[in-house]
């Protein structure tokens, strides 16, 4: 266990659903980052809150939208998706407050899956 | 832009062997991260080298960097099957705010 956990695991959707996934970390880091991860392609950074504040919004679609209430948690709310928004939906977190001066924790994942 | 290229996309060896995978990346940087990933399941952190390093351990673990040469290697010596997994390596850029992730390497160790 690495002290991040997300919930739900696997994640089934139809195009017009709204849901939300759950990130919670236990190690007190000051930063938080949801990535997504599809098949053979690199790992792609989509937000990153450092200190409860958003520092990083990689072009990605107005319909995913990323909530942080507190420094332990972080949410990404899901509407409207397309199949191709199908992935691995991975949460971090770090220490540091810019993502690249230390490790990364990650949690397990949601498995998406767009209908 | 990707920074982070590993090589090569896939290996298969044998238990006890060494595996040797690379990565290349394109601009300065602050330092090289590697993680490992098991099926469908969250990275793992296994080794941080940092730019003014050249090479470092971590128990069957040994990270070589060349910043002439913009690349990295991760050993994996006296292989199991437990190493059985996918290996990503990061770049993180000169200033340190961002971390740029490969494609990964897929390992395969059979008994």
């Given at each position: 266990?690495?002290?991040v956990?997300?919930?739900?695991?696997?994640?089934?959707?139809?195009?017009?659903?709204?849901?939300?996934?759950?990130?919670?970390?236990?190690?007190?880091?000051?930063?938080?980052?949801?990535?997504?991860q599809?098949?053979?392609?690199?790992?792609?950074?989509?937000f990153?809150?450092?200190?409860?504040?958003?520092?990083?919004?990689?072009?990605?679609?107005?319909?995913?939208?990323p909530?942080c209430?507190?420094?332990?948690?972080?949410?990404?709310?899901?509407h409207t998706?397309?199949?191709?928004?199908?992935?691995?939906?991975?949460?971090a977190?770090?220490?540091?407050?810019t993502?690249?001066?230390?490790?990364?924790?990650f949690?397990?994942?949601?498995?998406?899956?767009?209908? | 832009?990707?920074?982070?290229?590993?090589?090569p996309?896939?290996?298969?060896?044998?238990e006890?062997?060494?595996?040797?995978?690379?990565?290349s990346?394109?601009?300065?940087?602050?330092?090289?991260?590697?993680?490992?990933q098991?099926?469908?399941?969250?990275?793992?952190?296994?080794?941080?080298?940092?730019?003014?390093?050249?090479?470092?351990?971590?128990?069957?673990?040994?990270?070589?960097l060349?910043?002439?040469?913009?690349?990295?290697?991760?050993l994996?010596?006296?292989?199991?099957?437990?190493?059985?997994?996918?290996?990503?390596?990061?770049?993180?850029?000169q200033?340190?705010?961002?971390?740029?992730?490969?494609k990964?390497?897929?390992?395969?160790?059979?008994?």
């Amino acid at each position: 266990e690495t002290g991040v956990t997300q919930t739900p695991r696997h994640l089934v959707m139809g195009m017009t659903n709204k849901k939300s996934l759950k990130c919670e970390q236990h190690l007190g880091h000051n930063a938080m980052y949801w990535y997504k991860q599809s098949a053979k392609k690199p790992l792609e950074l989509m937000f990153v809150y450092s200190l409860e504040e958003r520092v990083e919004n990689n072009s990605v679609p107005s319909r995913f939208s990323p909530e942080c209430p507190n420094s332990s948690h972080l949410f990404l709310h899901l509407h409207t998706l397309q199949p191709e928004d199908s992935a691995l939906y991975l949460c971090a977190s770090s220490q540091e407050r810019t993502g690249g001066l230390g490790t990364q924790y990650f949690g397990p994942g949601t498995r998406l899956t767009v209908l | 832009s990707q920074q982070g290229e590993e090589d090569p996309q896939a290996l298969s060896i044998q238990e006890g062997e060494n595996a040797t995978m690379n990565c290349s990346y394109k601009t300065s940087i602050n330092n090289l991260q590697w993680y490992r990933q098991n099926s469908g399941r969250g990275l793992v952190h296994l080794i941080l080298i940092r730019s003014n390093e050249r090479e470092k351990h971590s128990g069957r673990l040994r990270v070589t960097l060349d910043t002439s040469k913009k690349s990295s290697s991760l050993l994996i010596t006296a292989s199991r099957a437990a190493d059985t997994a996918s290996y990503f390596c990061a770049a993180a850029n000169q200033a340190g705010t961002a971390l740029i992730f490969g494609k990964g390497t897929t390992l395969s160790v059979s008994s």
